[in-house]
């Protein structure tokens, strides 16, 4: 693809998917706009084997606007970064079409690793900010990972992983649309946790006064069939 019509349709993507851009002018400021051109040259470079001058490209692009893309990474089409400061992305990270990153997302490796270490960003996926996605592993197509999760395993497609550490906590068999990947809408798994806790503590406390009620039932009961008893021993001959 030529350096024209990338850089046409990276100003197309920005404008779909951010509402604050009022011109295609505007776009020419955005961080995650000049760091994908600054990316795109320095992955060229690292394919050829220029491995010196790739990187001194691509940290220039981390010092104008604090987003780190490893030139080794491979990027799909339709790649968004809104906002962007702190997002890194490692060098053997695989991310698909469509895909939006938010602030401070990490893509990354957990040390421990060799050879490719760091995630697979299948098609269609919300990565929202804040979030750690770490290791050698999948993100299916059109999923979402919510703001702040922690990510250590795979993620089937057509999920939402929220948490600390990251799980599934909705899945369904249908592709989502892009313009349903937001950072609001998603299940809070601690707050529903905390809801079952409280609706099992209050049917317990409830059948612990059934219980107590029961019991002093049976205790009446007892005391009068004991009286009973008393009184026909002693009105006997």
Same mark, same amino acid.
């Given at each position: 693809?030529? #350096? ?12 779909? !998917? ?44 981390? %010092? ?87 990510? +250590? ?13 990251? %799980?599934?906590?909705? %899945? ?8 349903? #990947? ?11 946790? +905390?809801?079952? +806790?409280? !609706? ?6 409830? !059948?612990?006064?059934?219980?107590? !009620? ?12 004991? %009286? ?10």
């Amino acid at each position: 693809m030529g #350096l024209v019509k990338r850089i046409k349709e990276e100003i197309a993507v920005i404008r779909e !998917r951010d509402p604050a851009v009022h011109s295609a002018m505007e776009v020419f400021l955005y961080p995650g706009f000049k760091v994908m051109l600054h990316y795109r040259v320095a992955h060229r470079l690292y394919l050829k084997k220029h491995y010196f001058l790739a990187r001194w490209i691509s940290q220039r692009g981390v %010092r104008k606007t604090g987003i780190e893309i490893h030139p080794g990474a491979q990027i799909g089409k339709g790649f968004f970064i809104d906002h962007g400061n702190g997002v890194i992305i490692g060098e053997t990270t695989i991310i698909g079409d469509n895909v939006t990153l938010y602030q401070g997302v990490t893509l990354g490796g957990t040390g421990k690793e060799q050879g490719k270490r760091h995630p697979t960003v299948g098609n269609n996926v919300m990565i929202s900010a804040g979030a750690k996605v770490l290791g050698s592993f999948t993100i299916g197509d059109n999923s979402k990972i919510g703001a702040g999760s922690v990510v +250590l395993e795979e993620v089937p497609p057509n999920s939402t992983v929220v948490g600390v550490p990251g %799980r599934v906590v909705k %899945r369904d068999n249908h592709a989502l649309p892009q313009d349903e #990947l937001d950072q609001v809408n998603l299940p809070d798994p601690v707050k529903e946790d +905390l809801g079952n +806790l409280h !609706r099992a503590n209050a049917e317990l406390t409830n !059948r612990m006064i059934d219980l107590e !009620r029961e019991l002093k039932a049976l205790k009446k009961q007892g005391q009068k069939e004991l %009286r009973e008893i008393a009184a026909g021993a002693g009105g006997g001959p």
